[in-house]
């Protein structure tokens, strides 16, 4: 199995910031790397797959990049509706596996 | 715009099998350039793939569950299902049904889901 790493697993930030989740997998993932945003009682949103294509809908502010094992999601001038849960995923191989999560809650 | 829509049972007895469907409405579900999963989410944790089909019928499975898990489709009511037998506790999440373009692609639609409470 491809395991995902997350870091930080929590922060703290302030509207209008810039904030950089990591993602980490244990083996080389080419692009097939997603991510997801998670609010509270919801479904998981997608906001970039293929590590850094915009899903349709998804404001510019968010923004993916990486390949191989290493990757990050940066969202800048954060914005109230983004204080969420942010989950990655890879799309590589079977079993498909997600990052433990990284919570974005305000300052 | 396609939708899914997870129904079942919220409690389940442990020992007995879990059952769950998903209706794709908005879309057919036998178009052969998707695939459906089931991905569950314990209260205050992470989300854990479970596994997925094609309208072929073929099917990958998680192999923490895979021993447990079956999956199918119903093309003629735009369904597909997950049944996980002998459940335990351990169990007890919101379950999500998802679609996804092709393997490598991620889950593009996903349903509201489903809290499934294993106890007795």
């Known amino acids: 199995d491809i395991q995902m790493t997350q870091s930080p697993s929590s922060l703290s930030a302030s509207v209008g910031d810039s904030v950089t989740i990591t993602c980490r997998a244990s083996?080389?993932?080419?692009?097939?790397l997603n991510w997801y945003q998670q609010k509270p009682g919801k479904a998981p949103n997608l906001l970039i797959y293929?590590?850094?294509s915009l899903q349709s809908g998804v404001p510019s502010r968010f923004s993916g990049s990486g390949s191989g094992t290493d990757f990050t999601l940066t969202i800048s001038s954060l914005q109230p509706e983004d204080f969420a849960t942010y989950y990655c995923q890879q799309s590589d191989s079977v079993p498909l596996t997600f990052g433990p999560g990284t919570k974005v809650d305000i300052k | 715009q396609v939708q899914l829509q997870e129904s079942g049972p919220g409690l389940v007895n442990p020992s007995q099998t879990l059952s769950l469907t998903c209706t794709v409405s908005g879309g057919s579900i036998s178009s052969n350039t998707y695939y459906w999963s089931w991905i569950r989410q314990p209260a205050g944790k992470g989300l854990e793939w479970i596994g997925r089909i094609y309208t072929s019928g073929r099917t990958n499975y998680s192999p923490s569950l895979n021993s447990r898990v079956t999956i199918s489709v119903d093309t003629s009511k735009n369904q597909f299902s997950l049944k996980l037998t002998s459940v335990t506790a351990a169990d007890t999440a919101v379950y999500y049904c998802?679609?996804?373009?092709?393997?490598?692609?991620?889950?593009?639609?996903w349903g509201q889901g489903t809290l499934v409470t294993v106890s007795s």
């Open positions: 293929g590590a850094s």
């Open positions: 998802a679609r996804a373009q092709t393997p490598g692609k991620p889950f593009d639609s």
């Open positions: 083996q080389s993932i080419s692009r097939y």
